[in-house]
């Protein structure tokens, strides 16, 4: 495992002592009292588009693996972040699975990623952690692209600040996590992001839940 330079980005309040009351601050309590898009639909989104081949990118505590149906019973599943602690905690929890980890920034160009091509690649709850790049999120989906296989789907989900409802607590904690550096999503639009995924894949369908926007994204271009 390669070990990136793992400062300056959101990644660094994913650690362990966090990650254990992740489920229920930020899975649950969050998802419903700020984002109003509950974790049941998040799942369904999982049980909808993982395959028997995935890769799951920013993992954090795993809530979602650890609670979708896969459609096989031994699936191979890979975990990418750049913080290594929720790659060790992940793996503890699936441990049933044998997950392989892979300690890499999205930001940057990605190392040889074992498993690859995926049938399904995760991206939830990550694009609003993600500092701004100069080529905004279109970069994410450029490096991704190579890893999905014909007939794969990259999915996910992002809290966003434009072009979907917000209320005054949605407004309040965005922008007291942008002052955190935990979220980076002043520019989120539903409009940049259907964009970006534009430019990368032939074909994708968004959905805004409350002030979140669930994606699929196929046919890499
Ligand atoms: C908000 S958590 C999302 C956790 C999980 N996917 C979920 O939906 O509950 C964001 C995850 O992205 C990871 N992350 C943040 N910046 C990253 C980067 N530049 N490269 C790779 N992973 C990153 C964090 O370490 C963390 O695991």
Redesign the pocket.
Known sequence: MSTPDTTD???VF?HTNRLNGYDLV??KAANYLLWRCPPTRLTEHYDKNVSGRHLD?????G??LDHCTFPIPDPSITL????PD?LTFVSQRISRYHPTTVQ????DDLPPIPNAPFDSIAL???LH??PEHPSGRQGVFARIKPLLSQGGVAFGSTVVTGGAPATFLSNAFNALYQRMGAFHNQNDTVDALHSALGQHFEDHVLEIRGSVVLFTARRPR
Do not use: E, R
């Open positions: 980005h959101g990644q994913y930020t899975v990118i920013g993992p954090g505590s809530y979602y990418l972040d750049l913080n929720p890499a920034d999205l930001l939830n709850y990550v952690c993600l």
